[in-house]
Nanobody, 126 residues
Framework: QLQVAESGGGLVQPGGSLRLSCAAS????????VGWFRQAPGKEREGVSC????????AYADSVKGRFTISTDNAKNTVYLQMNSLKPEDTAIYYC???????????????????WGQGTQVTVSS
């Protein structure tokens, strides 16, 4: 069974940093690319970033480019999202999910399977 577990969210001030973790189970990051998505109150879910470990590529939404960094620790089967220079507009529930085969370039416009976990809440506020 494919499973992901998000963690690391919290309350931070504007300009602060957080590192989100996505622990994968039931699959390896060598097989599936993983993306990060977020949904803010009153807004649709949007893709943030993704990583294809086997292909060796990443992608970022324009809104987070230069501030967020996605990475993997394949030994731990975990995907990370380092978020720096956080803005109030980054406030959302953040989700991770498989988005494609890891041998191919990834995209964050859709997930492979129509299923979402509980996510982790990120709140950026003073």
């Amino acid at each position: 069974q494919l499973q992901v577990a998000e963690s690391g969210g919290g309350l931070v001030q504007p300009g602060g940093s957080l590192r989100l973790s996505c622990a994968a189970s039931g699959f390896t990051l060598d097989y599936y690319a993983v993306g990060w998505f977020r949904q803010a109150p009153g807004k649709e879910r949007e893709g943030v970033s993704c990583i294809s470990s086997s292909h060796g590529s990443t992608a970022y939404a324009d809104s987070v480019k230069g501030r967020f960094t996605i990475s993997t620790d394949n030994a731990k089967n975990t995907v990370y999202l380092q978020m720096n220079s956080l803005k109030p507009e980054d406030t959302a529930i953040y989700y991770c999910a498989p988005v494609g085969l890891a041998v191919l370039p990834c995209n964050f416009h859709r997930q492979l399977f129509d299923s979402w976990g509980q996510g982790t809440q990120v709140t950026v506020s003073s």
